[in-house]
């Protein structure tokens, strides 16, 4: 799947994220780089993906994320048939305390 995505174009793209020390810099490039509505989406779907690593049901991460369940089983596909790549995430927020 990564490969459909693969390009020049996105790895600088994430070259250029990778370059961001904080969190306040991130705020920066990204309220630069994406709309506020593409955002607030970004944080959705990490917000289902912690709830579902949680176990949490679907009605329950309805209610709290607002997110629809097409939103949740997309995000809950990818937790388990993607790339790991909410897992490496989650794993690096825990070991620094970030998430529970």
Known sequence: MIEKIKN???DLLF???L???TVEDCYKFFDDLCTHIELKSFAQRLQVAKQLDEHRVYN???NETGASTATISRVNRSLRDGNDGY???FERLREKEIID
């Open 19 to 21: 370059t961001l020390e």
């Open 60 to 62: 329950s991460i309805v």
């Open 8 to 10: 020049e174009n996105m």
């Open 15 to 17: 070259e250029a994220i």
């Open 87 to 89: 897992n490496l995430v």
